[in-house]
């Protein structure tokens, strides 16, 4: 089994299979993936994100152990990928196609309209830019959600231009890009339909009524099984649900679809071929004693699925409290204990932040109760949640101080976006008042004992900060908004505009986030750039090599670190390119900061030569180049291994570089503050690869003060108060620094020694470890798989890559275990 979750591993073995479970480590924490290793005959550890190596973990497993069929049970985004490889073993217990057609919305919908089942007009947008004009064409109210988003994230109805406006403000604060949907409005209760299939035989387990907020949001609120629906119209809808899976040539296992019914019949909204979510298979089996989890296994030793008249009813409720900081909890406990609840879940405690309800994933909760009926069962949810009492504090200022020690001066107060712990202490060092908001978890103790005020919200959301910073402004009208950190820089800009305050406002900062933004505005003004498109479907990937050649770079619109970055050789790389990135899509970005999101991708044309990163400051306008850095990679990927400062490069060069990157700052229009911009000395000359309005990471802060003197973060902290005088020309290297990533080989970390050897080293300027002894180390990939940091200063550049290489080749030992497969 691919994926599977504890409890299935569980039933398979109650039946007497042997379990061969492969999981990828990230995905979960070590706690709960130990009850699946415990249930397993082996565990098998991989990266979802590497297709082919997943592939090939299943056949070679498969073939050694003459395994008699390939289940995968978990999230959709590796379903196809198994479902092939099982396929070319005789294993397969679907056709990969039918997997495609269930769980791709626009490939549902067109097999849905070729068989002439549930008819729905649709259209779709490039992007969100394009909804109104789609819009218009398509006539209103319509239904808008984003392709690539979960959970009824930025789903609206839009029956007027204050809708749209909504939609598009909801829209933006996840930095979305890609495609949407633009459907009909579907009048009328919605329903999901759990369905066991075998041998292409499909049964209806049973019918779910959904319970959501009312137009124009549609975030699932509760569900109660069975659905109260006259015969007719059960009938009806199992009807257009076991055609939908006959005319996708689904065969065996769990389906889950949801269904809405019109006044014109059922239409299907969406299928998957997993089973539903939401807690509706334990509804099923309160209500009924059928186990549809266990069915699935009894099905594959010739068992027959038969699923009992329900006895009562279920339903499963989501706790709707006043978002805020909670300053009060109480009756969870007499809640839980009640005969007729049968589950409850409240991640929250006091001190925690509760959010707005937007989509499920910020939903508070819920409980689940068994009753006579469903209307007795939704009723008795509803008394029931009223036992959970829940204060909160203000939404608008969650502060862990509120209120400074001593009285604040405008002139000098600087409202901070997301800052580590050193930024802040600088920022008071120079004298400056600070207000911090923090996002919860990145939140540290020390950082409100710095800050004059600390205020904890998300600050990615716009909708969020923006009441938040008008508030933080009539108290204690700062006079600058800054951020050092890649999510906050947007959002800082955003508020740079709302009160006029100077420094990067947001479309620069936009520019620079979106790559696909950057590349189409440096064409327009007639920038030095490279060809690049958006990726919309698997054409596109060989559309764009066609149309401008090959090797081309595919990457996410808006990421760094070199996460899901790929190269594309060839059109024999395109399938396998297009699966990576539905995984990365699916698992989003599970290591590092899981603050970002992983939506949209570009591709755009491959530029060779030397890289290079910058370090740069504007003042008024004026763009001086501090620090030019030596990229140092390696192997067939993009993982920055190392930097080398100062670049060991002629004067020709040097200069190149410094026009180019004036020429791209003045283009994107930055024109205060430091900047980090990356570029290739390619065959056509100097290129930019991306830039940043913020300092570089990977220690690069460090080597321009070893190598420089120069502290980039109190300058960006000091310039927009005027408390440093401007760097008029490119300062002179007075000594050297090297970086080297820290990597090893897969498996699993046992031992680590000489760390404390290698921090108590006088040349050693940082060493960052991000590995433990039982770390899983998987094939490198991007910057988030190196292990660890080490930067070291020197006299002489070519020193310190000797100095850097010599003390992690002799000093530090990472030992690593091989990990059973």
């Not at 008042?433 to 904890?456: G, S």
């Not at 996460?563 to 990576?580: K, N, Q, T, Y």
């Not at 501090?626 to 002629?650: N, W």
Request: glycine content about 8%.
């Amino acid at each position: 089994m691919v994926q599977p979750y504890t409890q299935f591993v569980e039933k398979a073995v109650s039946l007497g299979f042997e379990v061969w479970s492969i999981w990828d480590p990230t995905l979960q924490p070590a706690s709960y993936l130990a009850g699946v290793e415990k249930a397993s005959t082996a565990m098998l550890w991989t990266d979802f994100s590497d297709l082919d190596g997943l592939r090939r973990l299943v056949r070679e497993t498969a073939i050694a152990h003459e395994v008699g069929c390939v289940l995968h049970l978990g999230e959709e985004a590796t379903m196809v990928a198994v479902a092939e490889e099982a396929e070319a073993l005789g294993l397969a217990v679907n056709p990969p196609r039918a997997l495609r057609l269930l769980n791709d919305k626009a490939a549902l919908r067109e097999l849905l309209a070729e068989h002439g089942l549930s008819p729905v007009r649709t259209a779709l947008a490039a992007g969100p830019d394009e909804v109104p004009a789609v819009l218009e064409a398509f006539g209103l109210p319509a239904v808008v959600k984003p392709t690539r988003l979960q959970g009824s994230a930025a789903v609206r109805l839009v029956a007027g231009p204050d809708d749209l406006a909504q939609w598009q403000q909801e829209v933006a604060a996840f930095s979305y890009r890609g495609p949407v949907l633009v459907e009909e409005f579907l009048d009328g209760p919605e329903f999901s339909v759990e369905t066991l299939s075998c041998e292409g035989s499909h049964l209806v387990v049973g019918i779910t009524a959904k319970r959501k907020t009312p137009a124009p949001s549609f975030v699932e609120t509760g569900h109660v099984f069975p659905a109260p629906l006259p015969a007719a119209d059960a009938a009806a809808i199992g009807g257009l649900v076991t055609a939908l899976l006959d005319a996708s040539g689904y065969r065996f296992g769990p389906a889950h679809t949801e269904v809405i019914l019109t006044a014109d019949g059922p239409r299907v909204v969406e299928s998957q071929a997993r089973l539903g979510g939401d807690r509706i298979p334990a509804l099923i089996r309160i209500a009924t004693g059928f186990d549809i989890e266990g069915a699935i296994f009894d099905l594959l030793v010739g068992g027959r699925a038969e699923p009992a008249e329900p006895t009562r009813a279920a339903a499963v409720s989501y706790f709707a409290l006043e978002p805020g900081v909670i300053t009060r909890v109480d009756g969870l406990e007499r809640l839980a204990a009640l005969e007729h609840v049968h589950e409850v879940r409240f991640p929250f405690a006091v001190g925690d932040v509760l959010p707005r309800t937007r989509h499920s994933s910020t939903r508070h909760g819920h409980l689940i109760v068994a009753a006579g009926t469903a209307e007795e069962a939704e009723q008795l949810a509803a008394e029931t949640k009223e036992l959970l009492h829940v204060e909160t504090g203000s939404d608008v200022l969650n502060a862990v101080h509120a209120a400074p020690a001593a009285p604040m001066r405008p002139e000098r107060t600087l409202l901070l976006i997301g800052h580590q712990t050193e930024p802040v202490r600088i920022a008071k060092d120079l004298g400056l008042n600070v207000v911090l908001i923090q996002h919860k978890e990145k939140f540290q103790p020390e950082q409100a004992e710095l800050a004059d005020v600390t205020l904890i919200a998300d600050f990615t959301d716009w909708s969020v900060l923006e009441p938040l910073a008008r508030a933080a402004h009539a108290i204690w009208n700062f006079s600058a908004a800054l951020s050092l950190t890649e999510p906050g820089l947007e959002p800082a800009g955003r508020i740079n505009d709302l009160f006029g305050l100077g420094g990067t406002g947001h479309e620069p900062a936009r520019l620079l986030r979106d790559k696909l933004a950057m590349r189409r505005h440096l064409a327009a003004v007639g920038a030095p750039t490279v060809a690049a498109e958006p990726l919309t479907d698997r054409g596109s990937l060989a559309a764009f090599g066609e149309a401008h050649g090959y090797p081309f770079v595919v990457k996410p619109v808006d990421l760094t670190a070199g996460f899901a970055l790929f190269m594309v050789s060839g059109p024999e790389d395109v399938d396998g390119v297009w699966e990576r990135i539905g995984a990365a899509r699916r698992t989003g970005m599970d290591r590092g900061s899981t603050m970002y999101a992983v939506t949209e991708f570009l591709m755009e044309q491959y530029i060779d030569g030397p890289e290079f990163s910058i370090e740069g400051f504007s003042f008024d306008g004026h763009h001086t180049v501090v620090a030019i850095t030596e990229k140092l990679t390696g192997g067939d990927h993009f993982v920055e291994l190392g930097h080398a400062q100062p670049a060991r490069l002629d004067a020709v060069d040097e200069e190149r570089i410094t026009a180019a990157v004036a020429e791209f700052l003045d283009a994107v229009g930055i024109k205060d503050g430091p900047s980090h911009t990356e570029l290739r000395l390619s065959s056509r000359g100097p290129l930019i690869i991306e830039g940043h309005n913020r300092l570089g990471g990977d220690h690069i802060p460090d080597l321009v003060q070893a190598s420089y003197g120069i502290d980039l973060t109190r300058y960006a902290l000091a310039w927009p108060f005027g408390l440093v005088e401007p760097l008029t020309e490119r300062p002179k290297a007075v000594g050297a620094g090297c970086v080297r990533g820290i990597v090893g080989r897969p498996g699993r970390v046992a031992e680590i020694s000489g760390a404390d050897e290698l921090r108590a080293h006088p040349a050693v300027l940082a060493l960052d470890l991000a590995a433990r002894p039982g770390s899983v180390i998987r094939p490198i990939q991007d910057n988030w798989d190196r292990l660890g940091l080490l930067a070291v200063s020197a006299a002489d550049t070519d020193a310190a890559v000797a100095l850097c290489e010599e003390l992690l080749r002799d000093v530090l030992t990472v030992r690593i275990e091989d990990v059973a497969r």
